[in-house]
Nanobody
């Protein structure tokens, strides 16, 4: 299984950006999908997760109300729409698939497949 993230870039504070992640090689619709982010010297932190049928979505408090996670099972793709971006949102964003089907978790240790990451930089 592979995950390919894309869409990162440089934006100004207050602007919006949507990143995406396409999966291959695993039954996409049977797995929740998560987004995490990491900055140098810090541990990878949870951002958002969406359940298999999009019935459940969970967000980190720091992004709640600004970010929206969604998925398109027909395209094997998960999206993260980021609005009102702040400089503290600057990070490498990773998509991930958990090791168990139907597991919806905010803990990075529950995920065993990770994309290569896409860099989002927000300037002030």
């Amino acid at each position: 299984v592979q995950l390919q993230a894309s869409g990162g870039g440089l934006v100004q504070a207050g602007e919006s950006l949507t990143i995406s992640c396409q999966a291959s090689g695993r039954t996409f619709s049977s797995y929740s999908l998560g987004w995490f982010r990491q900055t140098p010297g810090k541990e990878r932190e949870f951002v958002a997760v969406v359940s298999t049928n999009s019935g459940h979505k969970y967000y980190a408090n720091s992004v709640k109300g600004r970010f929206t996670i969604s998925r398109d099972n027909a395209k094997n793709t998960v999206y993260l729409q980021m609005n009102s971006l702040k400089p503290e949102d600057t990070a490498v964003y990773y998509c991930a698939i958990p090791r168990d089907t139907y597991l919806t978790s905010t803990a990075s240790r529950e995920y065993d497949v990770w994309g290569q990451g896409t860099l989002v930089t927000v300037s002030s």
